[in-house]
């Protein structure tokens, strides 16, 4: 197996809470403004992930992140309510623009209450920074890299979405490996030896290039870049637009066939 | 502080008795599946261990696995719930089955992520080991032992205790074929002739003192050749319970054909040996066993008694008006108790499915309203909710309704049992899961789930000729095939009437072919042939019990009768006039048949 680097892709509970305390930190809410504005981690700043994905060209999330007072050396945590998934979405993104020092709090906003820890409603007041761009391609896949690249030995497609929307319809060549499959009850990410020995049962391992995908932004497939980035796989790629752009484009669908598995389903 | 720490926890919630499970299987498994992709193990003996421990193939592919997760005696806790709950949406397909054996199956799990639900079942003390291949499978007790009122003593502790004693037993790990225990309450509750070994608890007075012991009924089955089970003798006692099981495993053993798949389960031995012959062998296996055996060997019968508490209220939900469903769920779907004061209660779920939400919520339903802090699969892919009490009983149905658990008819003709069909299986022809699904919304919404007359009957569905949709015992059943028009085909079912499993057991009488798309109408034609006819006491059950057996002196005398009278059902129409009768449930392409290989005799 190739070298594989540990990276931080979380953030726990107590090191946040001393990084809030030491004020060396930018913490973002991508909740709905209306639950922010209700209460949140002190600190934290809202960024609704609706209005990263109104537009997320490079320019105007660079504007986002200088408004948000992070520069390139501030440390971002970002948290959700929503099992980490648009959270990793909002990750990513600065990951993309150049951003080093970005984590996800390992638990959702739901947790982090219910564990009687603090919150407010402040809204902070922010100083405005300004944020170099530095553009990874290495970690974006569009449509033209995945289809040109989704059939070479080495590269392996992940399809994040439940199994049934699998089964009934994905990109030729994905295994199938649902968002679900990724967290344990209490975290948004499993352990890392038990991602580990997860992904080592699906050969999912660091001599692969990997390319995730979900159903239409790139959340849960999101999710699934930081799950992979946990055990140190070293190449990994998310296809942003996901099988909702890919569909649209009327690329080629698998689909498991002769079997009736939706009436398996008691919805 | 770690977040685990602080987790909500049941303190006063029971324990299981028994930890069937053993961690080191899954990493076992996955080391096993590794080395088999690297084609370091062939394919038949890679079967063999996949079924040995309790994943079985898939329809059209060889990714998938369904892995079968045993419930000895059908017992299942809240957290196992939990963990089942959750295991369905990272490995499966967000549902989970209940099935007709008391096991749960989780569908459509990568091969390679079977290991995982292994050992999340592990942590949770449960197990699919042996609930497939040939082997003891899942050891069945009724859902009301310990409840019913027609019962001599409560069988659980036997049935928990045979499979413990089974399980991972050399004995049992290379038979012919599979192998099926059940056991029962009662002659009504049971389905004891059907099935390799049945037992009915019995008592008998020995010099002034009860001795307990059981009604063996042997060498029955269901399948494409079924057979009603025979009786060993009057009375077999408690002492000698395993001495006989083991001497019949061990007959099955020495004497199972090993070279017809088709013809190798032990109903098929007692057929060719007969009867008599088979059960002296039995009776002299059994001495030879009881004189040979160290005084180790037996049954490890736990029979202290559950702890029944009923739970603490937490929300008191008083006032909240009694909704106009109540009634009719109250009458279709509980029963009350040997124990006064408290009911039990059946969950019924279309064809046996339900979600992950569904299973987490029925989590937490258990531990406020059973007192005995637990739930019993039972024979119908339902569950049993027993020590509910009385004055809980309202509550209880609000809350299930707010989980969409609350559908009545479970003891009715409306909960029909329907195999996996073609959503999963190799060998179906038909969507015999999707049709039982579409039988009980109707009868829902015709409310006959309400109707006396119809409450003992049956339907059930299986997808192809093998019976795991119990067609024949059936008061309607049902196997699938195709029928064609020229070059077209289309769904069908061979239907059957007088399919019976209690005190009176018999094989439903071959009756018609019947479309897919006309089950419904034929079986709602029947009901009003029956209407017609019916003496005033008379319930359906009775009425084409007399008509199969040549007994009733109305209008309709024969099963002859009843086919002419269908005859108008089965007759296709062409597919400008009506393309959908083509089509089969679930489906909106023209039917064909396709199957794989089967793994029950693998």
Do not use: M, W
């Given at each position: 197996m190739s070298q594989e680097k540990t990276v931080k892709t979380t953030t726990d509970i107590d090191s946040l809470r001393s990084e809030i305390r030491d004020k060396s930190i930018r913490v973002i809410d991508v909740r709905r403004e209306e639950d922010y504005k209700q209460s949140h981690i002190p600190t934290a700043v809202n960024l609704p992930l609706a209005n990263l994905l109104s537009d997320d060209s490079p320019e105007r999330v660079l504007k986002l992140v200088n408004a948000m007072g992070i520069g390139d050396e501030t440390p971002v945590v970002v948290y959700d309510d929503t099992f980490g998934a648009l959270a990793s979405r909002v990750a990513w993104t600065l990951e993309y623009l150049g951003h080093s020092d970005v984590s996800l709090l390992e638990t959702t906003f739901s947790k982090w209450k219910s564990l009687g820890l603090e919150n407010d409603n402040k809204i902070p007041e922010i100083q405005s920074k300004n944020h170099s761009i530095h553009l990874k391609p290495e970690i974006l896949a569009t449509s033209d890299y995945l289809e040109a690249s989704k059939?070479?030995?080495n590269v392996i497609l992940i399809d994040n979405r439940e199994r049934l929307n699998y089964l009934e319809q994905h990109i030729p060549g994905a295994i199938s490996l649902p968002y679900r499959t990724l967290a344990t009850q209490d975290k948004i990410l499993r352990p890392k030896d038990d991602m580990k020995r997860l992904l080592d049962n699906r050969r999912i391992s660091g001599d692969s290039e990997i390319i995730t995908y979900c159903g239409s932004v790139g959340t849960l497939s999101g999710l699934a870049y930081y799950a992979l980035k946990s055990v140190g796989l070293p190449n990994v790629k998310l296809y942003v637009r996901s099988f909702k752009e890919w569909k649209g484009l009327e690329k080629p669908i698998a689909k498991q066939q002769d079997a009736s598995y939706w009436d398996l389903s008691a919805e | 502080m770690t977040v685990s720490d602080l987790k909500q926890s049941y303190p006063d919630s029971p324990k299981p008795k028994i930890n069937w499970a053993r961690i080191e299987e899954a990493e076992d498994f996955a080391n096993t599946v590794k080395l088999f992709r690297q084609g370091k193990y062939d394919e038949d003996s890679f079967r063999r261990y996949r079924l040995q421990h309790g994943a079985y193939g898939t329809r059209m592919t060889n990714d998938y696995a369904m892995v079968r997760i045993k419930l000895p005696a059908g017992e299942i806790y809240p957290h196992q719930l939990e963990k089942i709950s959750q295991l369905s949406e990272q490995f499966s397909i967000g549902n989970a089955h209940f099935s007709t054996r008391e096991n749960i199956q989780l569908h459509w799990v990568i091969l390679e992520d079977v290991s995982e639900i292994l050992r999340g079942l592990a942590e949770v003390g449960l197990t699919s080991r042996?609930?497939?291949?040939?082997s003891v499978r899942n050891v069945m007790c009724s859902p009301l032992s310990g409840v019913c009122p027609d019962e001599e003593f409560d069988s659980t502790p036997y049935a928990l205790a045979t499979a413990r004693f089974f399980l991972r037993n050399p004995l049992s790990q290379s038979l012919p074929r599979k192998f099926k225990f059940n056991f029962t309450c009662c002659e009504k509750h049971g389905m004891v002739r059907m099935v390799d070994v049945g037992l009915i608890p019995q008592t008998r007075d020995l010099d002034g003192s009860i001795q307990k012991g059981f009604k063996i009924f042997l060498g029955g089955g269901l399948g494409n050749k079924s057979f009603v089970g025979y009786q060993l003798e009057e009375f077999t006692p408690e002492e000698d319970l395993l001495y006989t099981s083991i001497a019949v495993l061990r007959i099955f053993d020495r004497?199972?054909?090993?070279?017809?798949m088709a013809r190798n389960r032990m109903r098929y031995l007692v057929n060719d040996m007969g009867w008599e012959k088979f059960q002296n062998l039995v009776l002299k296996e059994r001495a030879i066993v009881r004189a040979t055996q160290?005084?180790?060997?037996h049954l490890e019968v736990d029979t202290t008694p559950s702890v029944i508490k009923r739970p603490i209220r937490i929300s008191d939900e008083s006032g909240s008006s009694i909704s106009d469903g109540y009634a009719r769920w109250l009458k279709t779907n509980t029963l009350k108790q040997k124990q006064s004061e408290y009911h039990s209660v059946f969950i019924t779920l279309e064809a046996g499915d339900i979600t992950s939400n569904q299973i987490t919520a029925l989590a937490t339903i258990i531990r406020e309203f059973s007192s005995e802090g637990y739930a019993r699969a039972g024979f119908v892919q339902n569950i049993a909710l027993r020590y509910v009490h009385d004055d809980d009983l309202t509550r209880l149905y609000s809350r299930l309704l707010t989980v969409g658990l609350a559908k009545s008819g479970a003891l009715t003709m409306a909960a029909p049992i329907g195999c996996s069909g073609t959503t999963s299986c190799n060998l179906a022809l038909t969507n015999s899961h999707r049709l039982a699904k579409e039988i009980q919304r109707k009868f829902l919404e015709l409310k006959l789930d309400q109707d006396d007359d119809l409450r003992d009957s049956s339907i059930k569905i299986s997808g192809c000729p093998n019976a795991c949709g119990q067609?024949?015992?059936?008061t309607i059943g049902f196997f699938g095939g195709g029928g064609r028009v020229g070059k077209e085909m289309y769904p069908n079912y061979q239907m059957s009437l007088g399919g019976r499993s209690d005190g009176e057991t018999m094989l439903g009488a071959t009756c018609h072919r019947i479309p897919a798309k006309r089950v419904i109408p034929v079986i709602l034609k029947i009901i009003e042939l029956f209407k017609q006819n019916k003496k005033s006491d008379d319930t359906l059950k009775d009425w084409i019990h007399r008509v199969v057996n040549g007994k009733e002196d109305s209008e309709i005398k024969s099963i002859l009768d009843i086919r002419k009278a269908l005859d108008s059902f089965t007759i296709p129409p062409t597919k400008e006039e009506?393309?959908?009768?083509y089509n089969d449930y679930g489906s909106d392409s023209s039917y064909h048949t396709k199957t794989g290989k089967g793994e029950c005799a693998a």
């Open positions: 059939d070479k030995p | 042996e609930a497939c291949g040939n004497l199972g054909d090993r070279k017809n160290s005084v180790v060997t067609h024949g015992i059936a009506d393309p959908d009768f």
